[in-house]
């Protein structure tokens, strides 16, 4: 293992869409810092823990940080950021992928689930933003990728605040691209507009046929080539179908695919769902 690796770190890291970000980072490559609330220590209810993503990170060769993190406490991601440039020097991709979508009418809703969506989805991403952006630019490099959904231009009625939240995120993603365009920091946003199967959505459906859900691993492509790119491709927000038409993401796929579905990590879910 070679400390000159470049760094990814992933909010939203114990399961899902965060998960494979980081297994396929770190077989291009990469050395992980695998972010989320859930630890072996403190696990939540739903499957997957930090820890267990950090050490599918080591299997494959590269070394990994597991460290909970509750994105909504800026002093948090202050203590992660000081961390991990203690020890691993350096931050190359940083991916806001942690979010919640909270289900109910806004009326019906007390207003402290409409802060919390947006101290989760917007405020979170700008924290991370605010405490690792500073220290790319004193690097001369950077990526930052933001994960928005096609309910940013699509509006979900019944979950408005997530709608709200991921315009936002839009919004903030461009905003930062400018400001950041001139100091070799590159701020770029995928909006997924299709449904891909995660432990997490999959919960919210109880009962609903998930197995032709895309596979997470279309996110990874769309990420890694993100990363790929030159800094000065910023501010830009991408809608996951514009970036399959570009040839930047695989063909469709289906979880139903995937080698396992079926028990292994998806048991796991079915088990929450009774
Ligand atoms: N799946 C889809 O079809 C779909 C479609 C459009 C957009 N997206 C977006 O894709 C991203 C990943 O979604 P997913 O489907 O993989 O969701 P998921 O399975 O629910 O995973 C969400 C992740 O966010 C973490 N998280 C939630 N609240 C957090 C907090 N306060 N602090 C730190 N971490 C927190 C969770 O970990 P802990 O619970 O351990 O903290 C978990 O690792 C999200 O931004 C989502 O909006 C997904």
Not at 3 to 30: E, H, L, M, N
Not at 72 to 97: F, S
Request: glycine share 10%; proline share 4%; net charge negative.
């Amino acid at each position: 293992m070679s400390g000159d690796a470049p760094v990814a770190v992933i909010t939203g890291a114990s399961r899902g869409i965060g998960k494979q970000f980081a297994v396929d980072f770190a077989a291009a490559g990469y050395d992980v810092v695998c972010l989320a609330r859930s630890t072996d220590d403190s696990p939540t209810k739903l499957p997957g823990t930090v820890d267990e993503t950090a050490q599918l990170v080591r299997d494959a060769g590269r070394r990994a940080l597991a460290l909970p993190l509750n994105v909504q406490v800026e002093e948090e991601v202050a203590a992660i950021a000081d961390r991990v440039y203690d020890e691993l020097g350096r931050c190359d991709v940083l991916i806001n992928n942690a979010a919640i979508a909270i289900p109910g009418k806004t009326l019906e809703l007390p207003t402290s689930r409409w802060r919390l969506a947006m101290d989760v989805n917007v405020h979170g991403p700008l924290y991370m933003m605010y405490h690792f952006c500073p220290r790319m630019v004193q690097a001369g490099s950077g990526r930052v990728i933001n994960i928005s959904s096609g309910a940013a231009v699509r509006p979900e009625f019944g979950r408005i605040s997530y709608t709200v939240t991921k315009r936002a995120l839009e919004a903030l993603t461009e905003g930062m691209g400018f400001e950041l365009q001139e100091q070799s920091v590159a701020v770029n946003c995928i909006r997924l507009d299709f449904a891909v199967w995660s432990e997490g959505y999959a919960y919210t459906l109880p009962g609903v046929d998930t197995s032709e859900f895309e596979d997470p691993v279309v996110m990874s492509d769309a990420a890694l080539w993100l990363a790929r790119q030159p800094l000065d491709y910023t501010g830009k927000v991408l809608a996951i179908t514009q970036m399959r038409e570009m040839g930047a993401v695989r063909g469709n796929t289906r979880i139903a695919d995937r080698e396992g579905w079926g028990d292994g990590e998806t048991a796991g879910a079915r088990e929450v769902k009774r």
